[in-house]
């Protein structure tokens, strides 16, 4: 049989065509929400105008100096430093790439070849270059190797030298040679030739010399770089206005002791008031400092998943502000909610260009309305409000470590830094790896060389290569008998890539300590120490290397040279050597035993 279904729909009747009623959103009883407007304290504020214009007025001061190392604390002549040529990344990480001719050490054969090979290539685009390929590779070849240095060197290096002898030219010894007046007699160029290969050379220096980024004026280590910290430390410098620095230093220095990820921003800095870089000499009326006047319209804040100020107007899902849980004691959570939903309209913001690698210091900022009334908003350093001592967005922090400032001084940290930093570095293989852990069973702290740049400039697997050596030292043992003695051993064998840090105590240091790099001999009977090859390591192969225990903490620090290449703001490539430091990977444990006795079997 079938159902009949039935059902009652409610439909809306509008007995007017317009909409305008429903939208006016009327309410019944004015007066009640005028008395909870009165009772909740709404008609207490005042009423303004809207922003349409905003004028302001600062100074911004370039940086002119730098000096490399541990801040100074007094006045002292720092390196000139040109903002628009480099940034601060390349000049403080930066060291010597390029093979140092003059002293005849066998170094980073990688690129005296391939420098030698590009000259090759240069000079065959001229018709007659192919015939003195063979008088440059015999007038200026590849470094040879006597025999006590072909032990020394690791297989692939050896490989690498015995391929590219004969075959191209030392790039390292041409530049030194075409830096000369004229060219070598031996090369037998003939005289309708000497100015197109003249030619060739200049375009091969001027290559030689822009492929690298390097230091100027030191020859094998990098003065920024601390050993004893495993960080870099530096300070720059900008001429600062008279009106607003007390006499007699009229600069204003910037300190960074600290600075090993490779990022550098402005948090990295500190004022520095006791030092003097010589800033102030460069000094040029109307341009540095250069005054700055910037009048435009304000603009609203936004950002994404904002709430819609009008009625009717489908919102940005992807932010759920009911979603966010904060405790109880989590006020700064609390305050951002407020602001994004109560107060962000009440914000606007002003876009100021300022010059890379500047200090900028706001003197006044006028605001006008919409009825035309002119406001002055004050610094929150001027401020009366008694929480305005406490407002640190990006403020400076004054440096800790340098002193006490001199009489008279005033904070300057109301002044906003844009460092000439790079956004984005390319990072190359390691070309040296070093992994700093404690080892509580031998009391030690070993710097394990994982990877040593080689001789041809190259990354060298230092375990691989131990393992390699081991191999022909292994020979069959036979079976010992019960009646076989033991064997007394001093010490069991450490792989030569664990370099040893031995505790020593700091003199006059309140019983502090540091490590000190040692040595531990080898096992095939020479008396020769195992030292370390890499140049994390080995800073300065005639001193000592000594690092403050707080540098190696129970997790141990990783510590890495690699090439890094980026390009500036006018499009300029850079390429340099610089090194990272980041965590490591926890204790670890050489196997050293002292005073032992094994059976032959087991040694």
Not at 75 to 86: A, C, E, K, L
Not at 130 to 153: D, G, N, V, W
Not at 348 to 354: G, K, R, S
């Amino acid at each position: 049989m079938p159902s009949i279904t039935t059902w009652t729909r409610l439909e809306p009747d509008a007995t007017h065509a317009s909409m305008a009623e429903t939208l006016k959103a009327c309410i019944y009883d004015p007066l009640w929400m005028l008395s909870r407007q009165w009772q909740l304290g709404e008609f207490q504020g005042v009423d303004c105008g809207s922003p349409v214009s905003a004028t302001l007025r600062g100074e911004c001061a370039q940086l002119t100096r730098y000096l490399p190392g541990t801040p100074p604390s007094s006045t002292v002549q720092g390196q000139r430093y040109d903002t628009r040529q480099i940034p601060l990344e390349t000049l403080v990480e930066r060291e010597r790439v390029r093979p140092n001719h003059q002293l005849n050490s066998l170094e980073r054969l990688y690129v005296s070849a391939e420098a030698g090979q590009h000259f090759l290539r240069l000079l065959a685009r001229e018709t007659f270059g192919p015939r003195y390929h063979a008088a440059f590779i015999s007038t200026f070849p590849m470094p040879t190797l006597t025999t006590k240095q072909t032990e020394s060197f690791e297989r692939n290096d050896l490989c690498f030298l015995v391929m590219m002898s004969g075959r191209v030219p030392d790039g390292a010894a041409l530049a030194a040679a075409f830096r000369q007046p004229a060219l070598p007699s031996a090369l037998n160029i003939a005289r309708a030739h000497q100015t197109s290969v003249q030619n060739v050379a200049k375009t091969f220096l001027r290559w030689y010399a822009e492929l690298f980024s390097e230091p100027v004026g030191e020859v094998d280590t990098n003065s920024s770089w601390s050993s004893q910290r495993m960080e870099y430390a530096f300070s720059t410098s900008a001429p600062s206005s008279v009106s607003n620095t007390p006499s007699p230093s009229t600069e204003t220095v910037l300190t960074a002791r600290e600075y090993y990820s490779g990022d550098l921003d402005w948090f990295n800095f500190d004022l520095n008031p006791t030092a003097s870089l010589g800033a102030d000499a460069d000094r040029v009326p109307g341009q540095n400092p250069l005054p700055i006047i910037r009048t435009v319209i304000p603009a609203s804040v936004s950002y994404r998943g904002m709430p819609e100020p009008r009625w009717w107007e489908f919102e940005n899902a992807s932010v759920d502000f009911g979603g966010v849980d904060p405790e109880p004691e989590d006020l700064a959570r609390m305050l951002l909610i407020e602001f994004a939903i109560t107060y962000g309209n009440d914000w606007f913001v002003i876009p100021v260009d300022l010059p890379i690698g500047s200090l900028c210091q706001i003197q006044s900022l006028v605001v006008t309305d919409t009825f035309g009334v002119r406001t002055l908003i004050p610094s929150i350093s001027a401020s009366t409000h008694p929480s305005s001592s406490a407002w640190r967005m990006y403020r400076l922090s004054e440096d800790r470590m340098a002193g006490s400032p001199t009489t008279g001084h005033q904070s300057q940290s109301d002044m906003f830094f844009l460092p000439p930093t790079l956004m984005r570095t390319m990072e190359g293989k390691p070309l040296e790896e070093v992994l700093f852990l404690r080892d509580e069973m031998a009391n030690l702290v070993w710097g394990v060389e994982r990877f040593s740049e080689g001789l041809s400039g190259r990354a060298v697997n230092r375990r691989e290569t131990y393992f390699q050596r081991q191999r022909p030292r292994e020979e069959p043992t036979q079976p010992a008998s019960k009646q076989e003695a033991l064997y007394w051993r001093l010490a069991t064998e450490v792989p030569d890539y664990w370099i040893p840090l031995i505790p020593v105590q700091i003199e006059d240091g309140g019983g502090a300590i540091l490590f000190r790099r040692g040595t531990t001999l080898r096992e095939d009977g020479s008396v020769k120490p195992q030292t370390a090859q890499s140049h994390i390591l080995l800073p300065d192969p005639g001193n000592r290397l000594d690092i403050y225990e707080e540098e190696v903490p129970r997790e141990g620090i990783r510590v890495t040279r690699n090439y890094q290449y980026a390009r500036w703001v006018d499009g300029a490539p850079l390429l340099w050597i610089g090194r990272r430091k980041g965590p490591g990977r926890g204790e670890g444990t050489s196997g050293l035993r002292f005073d032992i006795a094994e059976r032959p079997e087991n040694l």
